[in-house]
């Protein structure tokens, strides 16, 4: 039998050349691939897997975690710190509410102390007004007094004739004695003591004391003056003073411990009137 024949291709003219010659295919080649292709049909089959149970809804089941005895502690820890916080809280409100009252009521305290300071100043200071208006006036009817006094000194008797000359020597044989409160003599007086004592000797009885003295005999002017006649200070019945018109616009009585018993001109102290007794 006869074998087939195999024809003979001929060679391309560039065959020998090596680079011109195509690659032959091997097995690694063919193994990568059969491998590419199962991968893509298997990624594939899983996409489409994972597909189908995107459609199912998926359900998890979660465990709460058992309250033991510890987790009670702490939260009963909690509620207590928060407790706490909001006492506090409340706390340091009510203590800044009280400081805020309390600064408002101090400034409230010291708007009327110093509204009761300016007040106390502004009557003292009309006090003092009034006082220096009633010096003045007082200072104005003394220097009245005094003119008057003055000028009637020109038509009063400045000679002393009997028992009124015996009075008037009486009381400046005592000017230099001393004054003594309740004194009745011989060497310290006081002023009610000295005029008793001087009408005394002269046989006529008064009161002791100047207020009583005041309203003995008759009332006169002080610009009808005579020697003997008595001064007052103050009104009569309660007068707080009394001495001897002498005559010339002077008088003699017991002043006071600093200038015992002297000699004055009316203008020195004037008095408030006079009453006549001899």
Avoid at 79 to 102: C, G, W
Avoid at 217 to 224: A, D, K, P
């Amino acid at each position: 039998m006869k074998e087939p024949l195999i024809p003979v291709v001929p060679m391309s003219h560039t065959a020998h050349i090596r680079s011109h010659r195509k690659p032959r295919r091997s097995a690694t080649t063919s193994i990568a691939v059969r491998a590419g292709v199962a991968g893509g049909v298997l990624g594939m089959a899983a996409a489409g897997a994972a597909s189908a149970s995107a459609a199912e809804p998926v359900t998890q089941t979660l465990e709460l975690p058992t309250l033991t005895a510890d987790l009670a502690t702490q939260v009963a820890q909690s509620a207590d710190a928060t407790q706490q916080a909001a006492a506090n809280y409340t706390l340091q409100a009510e203590r800044d509410a009280a400081a805020a009252n309390a600064a408002k009521q101090a400034k409230a305290d010291l708007a009327e102390a110093k509204q009761k300071a300016e007040a106390k100043k502004k009557k003292a200071e009309e006090a003092r007004k009034a006082a220096a208006e009633r010096a003045a006036s007082r200072s104005a009817e003394r220097t009245t007094l005094s003119a008057s006094t003055a000028s009637s000194t020109s038509t009063s008797t400045s000679t002393a004739t009997g028992s009124a000359a015996a009075v008037v020597a009486f009381v400046k044989a005592q000017i230099g004695d001393a004054y003594v409160s309740g004194g009745t003599g011989p060497n310290s007086w006081d002023c009610s003591g000295l005029v008793q004592a001087a009408f005394k000797s002269v046989g006529v009885s008064l009161p002791r004391v100047s207020q009583d003295q005041s309203t003995q005999g008759t009332q006169v002017s002080l610009s009808n003056l005579q020697p003997g006649d008595i001064l007052y200070w103050g009104s009569a019945g309660s007068a707080y003073h009394v001495a001897v018109y002498v005559g010339d616009g002077m008088f003699v009585g017991a002043q006071n411990p600093s200038s015992g018993v002297g000699e004055h001109p009316l203008s020195y102290d004037p008095p408030t009137g006079a009453v006549r007794v001899l």
